[in-house]
C-alpha cells in the first residue's frame, strides 16, 4: 500500500514540474539548519564571518518511507579579499527515481561601516536532473509518457541569483535572497530560457545577548514564495550556551509545509556538531518518521581583515 501511494505522489510531481525541477532550483530550503548558515540559501551572506568554514550536511526527509528524498551538501564559506567572499555549493539529492546535482559559485562583496556590515552577492549553479531506467517498469506508468521520456535525457539548467545579507550593530540581521532571477536550461531537446514564477526569500532576525549567564537568543523569520511552491513562513529560536559550546533550538513552518522541530548541537573549539528532527503536521506523518538532518562544521584560521586588506 504504501509503494502505490508513493508512486502516485511521485507521477503527480512529476506532471506538476513541482518537486522535479523546483526543488533545487527554486526552493533552497530542503535544509531547517540553514538560517545558521544562511550563505546555502543568500548568497548575501558569503564571506561575513571572520573565520572559513566548511561545512558537510546530510538530511533525510520522510524517514523510514521508501523512496524518500535524501540530501548530502558539502560547501565552503570563506574571503578572497577584504572585501570580497567565495561560497562553494556541491548538491547531491535523490528522491524515489529522481536525481539532482548541483555545483555552485556564490560570489559577495561586504560594506562596512562601525555599526552596520552589508554583502551583496551573487550565485551561478549548474543543476542536473535525471531519472533512473528502472522508474519505466512502474506498473501506473503509462508507456511512452512524455515527462518520464525527457527526464531520462539528463537534461541540465543554468540557474543565477541576488542577495542581500546585512547586520545592524551586530544585532538586527536581515536578508533578501532572489533565487532563479535567471534559469535557462542546458540540455534535452529544446534550449533556452525557462517558463517560471520569480520568487523571493526574505528574512529578519536579531541577537540578544546576556552576557552575566554567557547567554545568546537568536529569533529568526523566513518567509519564501518561490516559483511553483506556496508562499510559507519559517520561524526559528536558537539559544547559544557557554560561548557556543552548547546549542538548542524550535523550528517551525507554516504554509506550503507545517512542520516542527528541535535543534541540538555543540561548537568545540574549530568542529561543530548539529542535529535536527522534524515532523510534518499533515496527515503524511503517518506514514514516515519524520525529519533528520546531520551537519558537521570546520572552522579554518580567522581571517585578519586588516592584513588582507594591506597586502591588497
Request: charged share 20%; glycine share 10%; aromatic share 14%.
Amino acid at each position: 500500500m504504501k509503494k502505490i501511494i508513493f508512486s502516485i505522489i511521485i507521477l503527480a510531481m512529476a506532471y506538476s514540474n513541482l518537486e522535479a525541477q523546483s526543488r533545487l532550483i527554486g526552493e533552497r530550503s530542503i535544509y531547517t539548519q540553514y538560517f545558521m548558515t544562511p550563505f546555502l540559501i543568500n548568497p548575501g551572506a558569503t564571506g561575513q564571518n571572520e573565520y572559513g568554514q566548511f561545512i558537510a550536511n546530510y538530511r533525510n526527509t520522510w524517514a523510514s518511507f521508501s523512496g524518500s528524498p535524501k540530501t548530502m551538501t558539502i560547501a565552503y564559506d570563506g574571503v578572497l579579499g577584504n572585501r570580497i567572499g567565495i561560497g562553494l555549493i556541491g548538491i547531491s539529492d535523490s528522491f524515489a527515481a529522481f536525481s539532482t546535482s548541483k555545483g555552485g559559485l556564490n560570489l559577495s562583496y561586504t560594506i562596512e561601516t562601525p555599526d552596520h556590515k552589508v554583502g551583496f552577492g551573487v550565485s551561478g549553479e549548474y543543476i542536473q536532473y535525471s531519472l533512473r531506467g528502472d522508474a519505466l517498469i512502474n506498473e501506473i506508468l503509462q508507456d511512452g509518457d512524455a515527462v518520464v521520456m525527457d527526464r531520462l535525457n539528463d537534461n541540465s539548467y543554468f540557474d543565477a541569483g541576488f542577495g542581500i545579507y546585512g547586520m545592524y550593530k551586530g544585532k538586527l540581521m536581515y536578508g533578501l535572497s532572489l533565487p532563479s532571477v535567471l534559469s535557462t536550461r542546458l540540455g534535452g531537446d529544446t534550449n533556452g530560457a525557462v517558463d517560471k514564477e520569480y520568487g523571493y526569500i526574505a528574512s529578519l532576525g536579531y541577537r540578544f545577548e546576556v552576557p552575566e549567564k554567557d547567554l545568546v537568543f537568536e529569533p529568526s523569520i523566513y518567509a519564501k514564495k518561490l516559483m511553483f511552491v506556496p508562499f510559507h513562513v519559517d520561524v526559528n529560536l536558537k539559544a547559544d550556551f557557554l560561548n557556543e559550546q552548547l546549542t538548542a533550538g524550535l523550528i517551525g513552518s507554516v504554509g506550503a509545509e507545517n512542520r516542527i522541530g528541535f535543534l541540538i548541537g555543540t561548537q568545540l573549539t574549530n568542529f561543530g556538531f548539529y542535529y535536527t528532527y522534524n515532523m510534518s503536521l499533515n496527515k503524511f506523518q503517518n506514514y514516515n518518521n519524520g525529519s533528520h538532518e546531520l551537519s558537521v562544521r570546520m572552522r579554518f584560521q580567522p581571517y585578519d581583515r586588516k592584513s588582507i586588506s594591506a597586502q591588497e
